[in-house]
């Protein structure tokens, strides 16, 4: 293969989606939309997450060092477009009917509707000039029945959940569908 250099960009190398559910002072639940997560190893797996700029999210993680991370799939890509697209700090964000409950294990808002849930706890803040990288550990994983259950095939329970990837400033299906750019699901979410 012949490759040129270009500058720094993940362009081709796609990510997969999760929804952060923080709580602020007031209790009120917070969801924004992240891509720059993966998994450490320290013994047992852990989470690390990259956090760029000034958002809401981050504010309430570093008040409570808590978070939950949600898988999103393709039933959840227009809210998770709308929550990835409106800044926490906006009042009218968390007005829309979203459903959720409280992790098993900490004090951090499950979003009912993703198949795959992560509770973590943050254990190390890594500040950089414009970001945060956090290392979490996982102190629970929630996973919906259908996948926990000791029937089928992974290939068939990924096929029924779609996750959905994003690369190139688009989302993708599980099957490589271009699911639309950056911006463009959220002009669906329902009320
Ligand atoms: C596809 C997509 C992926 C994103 N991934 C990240 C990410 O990994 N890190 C980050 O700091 N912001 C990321 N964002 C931006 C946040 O979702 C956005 O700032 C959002 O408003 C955060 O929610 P909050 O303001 O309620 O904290 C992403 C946005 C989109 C559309």
């Known amino acids: 293969m012949s490759k040129i250099s270009i500058q720094p960009t993940n362009d081709f190398c796609p990510q997969t989606l999760f929804l952060y559910g923080t709580y602020d002072d007031q209790g009120k639940a917070d969801f924004g939309l992240f ?5 450490i190893w320290d013994g047992e797996l852990g989470v690390m997450a990259c956090i760029g700029g000034n958002k809401l999210t981050k504010e309430n993680i570093h008040k409570r060092k808590v978070f939950s991370a949600n898988l999103v799939t393709e039933a959840l ?3 998770a477009d709308y929550l990835g697209n409106i800044p926490g700090h906006s009042p009218e964000k968390m007005k829309r009917s979203i459903e959720t409950e409280m992790g098993r294990v900490l004090p951090v808002p499950i ?3 993703s198949p795959v849930a992560f509770e973590l706890e943050v254990k190390q803040f ?16 929630l996973q919906d029945e259908s996948l926990a259950k ?3 095939s992974s290939s068939e329970k990924l096929n029924a959940i779609a996750p959905v990837h994003t690369t190139c400033r688009h ?6 569908k271009d699911l639309g750019a950056w911006g463009e699901p959220m002009s669906k979410v329902g009320g």
């Open 111 to 113: 979003l009912t509707a």
């Open 126 to 141: 890594i500040p950089l000039q414009d970001g945060e990288v956090m290392l979490c550990a996982i102190r629970n994983v």
């Open 171 to 176: 989302y993708y299906s599980w099957d490589g």
């Open 150 to 152: 000791n029937e089928g």
């Open 35 to 39: 891509c720059w997560f993966s998994y």
């Open 77 to 79: 890509l227009p809210l």
